[in-house]
């Protein structure tokens, strides 16, 4: 009986011993390794394990086998197998043993060939890591709850919470929140499935992290351990990772509280860059651009508006007449555009930026040029998901570089986009919707926005809920000038249709009255004239672009096909395209930070299949 | 800028500006005559 007892408790104590060992350790393969070689190695293993999370080492308890091979590429850095080994290019070795790699310099974020070859390691281990599916204890739970429930039900039955959980298959890479952040966006109206190219491509440390979740999730950890200014370049993205190892580099730089933006107004004696101050920040309106009888404009266009305070008042809400504070979160294809062709949306021949505009301006451009009423509806957000999504619009407005689709990708799938990444409200998680007024209607039903602010026309009009449009106004003067003129034309649009001779001829015959309604109408005739104008300019700067792209007009690729407009096929094109806009892209970029660049160019193969990176 | 647009539209876009000025002056001419205010 003592024995039994004698040998449970020496089970036990291996079992706890054993469980405390458990954690991750790296082993260099030495064979063949001079004792330098072999100690130098050892130094950036050593190196790389102190710059992981704790929790990265304690949960991927295995063991890692570490060695050096010629049989790759000469502009790769490593390679990690699925499970327990990784390779680096022993081209690398000569310079780690004798030390010149530490001042090798790159041309590249990391610096030199060192911190290169010690961000491939992190990076090589993360992959390993993510594939590990290493969830918390809640995440696995809730994955395995909406795993089962989707076998159950389908997708059309998964709750809000379970949509993008079920059936998971990597730690990070697949999980629905860093997708949002890192660029894949559900596709509108597809139940949680992810848009297939990320666009967040124009500032971007090493634009190889846009060729897969997979790769994003990877790059990115390299830039969380080792650049002390990761958290002012990507805030939401170290909070996620931060988040999700409960741990954070010790060393950080102090980020700036605000947010730089590039000024888009006319004004031009503002300078060119702005600054937002995310505590400054009241409300986010939703602001929708009402309907007129145009075919593009029939549906509205969204926007979102920042209610800011004037320097120095308490945020409250007197914010909502500081009305030369405010700004407008615009995605469009340029600074003052106007979107007048709906064929050319359709198949995506514009681009989508954010745009960071000041409200007197949009309402101006609405309410005098386009003749539309604006709508200003306060989002219910809390401070938090004000904040970050401040924030969020702050990197889109620098790294997004879209297509603007008008049925797939408009501006509400934009701003809708834009908004649920940004304050990752829970109840946007499953809310689809494409058309901007529709927009407004569900959020609305959801408790999102309260349109009651715009009953009362008056006081809404008073408040700056509501913008009324010039059109009125003009048919007001229009009204005065058929009183005293025998004019045909009956509305005022049929009036500012009119060659300016055609409407010149009457001049002479108008009283003081009638000439002062004259101007005003003339002052609406040349706002009409820029703004057709301007399109005209954007047209041909795009067909000029598009020539360039080798797109005039015909099928980029067999599949590309332009000539039916169905939504079906626009998605296609969508897709087709996307990977053509790309692949000249990054033919057109000389990328020096690209390690994966040269053949990512050569064989325009950009499937993860083929070379796992470097 | 005007360099870039249509002939047709720069030449619709200069009408509209002759208008304005034509309009702007016919304004003023009848107000000075209906002994309107002026200021200096």
Known sequence: MRRLVAWLLAGTVLLCASAAQASLQLRLKTDGLSPTEQQASQALLDEAMRSLPPR???QLDRRIDVG???KMPENAYGQASLVSELDLNRNLLDSLTDGSAATQKTNRPHGTVRREMLATVLHELTHIYDRARLWPKDERALIQRCSRQNNITGLIGLPDQCRGQNDRRFTLSDDP???DLAGWPQYVGRRGEREQHNRQVARSPDIYETTSPLEFVAVNMEYFL???SYACRRPALFRYYKDHFGWAPPEQDTCAKTYAFLNAGNDFAKTPLGHVDPERVYEIDYLLAEANQNLVSRWGHSMLRLVICAPGRPRGPDCRLDLDQHLVLSYR????DVQLSSWDGLVGKYP???????????IDEYTKTELRGLASVPLKLSRQEINDTVEHAAEMHWSYDGNYYFLSNNCAVESLKLLRSGSANPQLTGLDNITPNGLLEVLQARGLADTSVLNDKREAMRLGYHFDSFRERYQAMFDVLRKHLPIKQTQVEDWLSLSAEERHQWFDQADLRTSAALLLLEQASFRKQLMLAQDEVKQRYLGARELKNGRHGETP???????????????VRQNCWAAVAMACRNHRKPSAWNRKALSARSSCNRSPASWIKR | MRALLEPSRAAEIAACEANLKQVGEHLRKLHKAAGGLELP
């Open chain 1, 352 to 362: 989508s930026r954010l745009f960071v505009l000041p409200l007197a301006q949009v």
């Open chain 1, 56 to 58: 990265f080492v304690e």
């Open chain 1, 557 to 571: 690729t067999p599949h590309c096909s332009r000539s039916s407009p169905t939504v079906a096929s626009s998605a």
């Open chain 1, 226 to 228: 080792l650049d002390p």
């Open chain 1, 333 to 336: 294809a340029f600074v003052g």
């Open chain 1, 68 to 70: 050096w091979t010629d």
């Open chain 1, 177 to 179: 929140r860093l997708l």
